[in-house]
């Protein structure tokens, strides 16, 4: 079974530091991370995508997911597959 957490950030440029703090301190708990988002050489989206492959207790999972609720332009989507 692998956990997978999803996260859609709609403010990147206001939100992505409380987001890495948040993400550093589950640094033991992330497996695998990929983030995306839309660049080119004119722009650069304020929307993305963070994947992560989580280990840990479901408790720990639990708790992780929650801290993002405060992020207010953070949405978060869990997957267990």
Excluded: W, Y
């Excluded at 999803?6 to 987001?19: G, W």
């Excluded at 994947?51 to 997957?79: H, R």
């Amino acid at each position: 079974m692998a956990n997978i957490l999803i996260l859609s950030i709609e403010k990147r440029s206001k939100d992505a530091v409380k987001v890495q703090q948040i993400l550093t301190k589950a640094g033991c708990m992330i497996k695998t991370r990929l983030g995306i988002h839309e660049a080119s050489e004119n722009s650069c989206s304020d929307a993305g995508i963070i994947i992560l492959e989580l280990v840990g207790a479901p408790k720990e999972i639990k708790d992780l997911i929650s801290k993002f609720a405060d992020v207010k332009s953070v949405k978060t989507k869990f997957v267990r597959i």
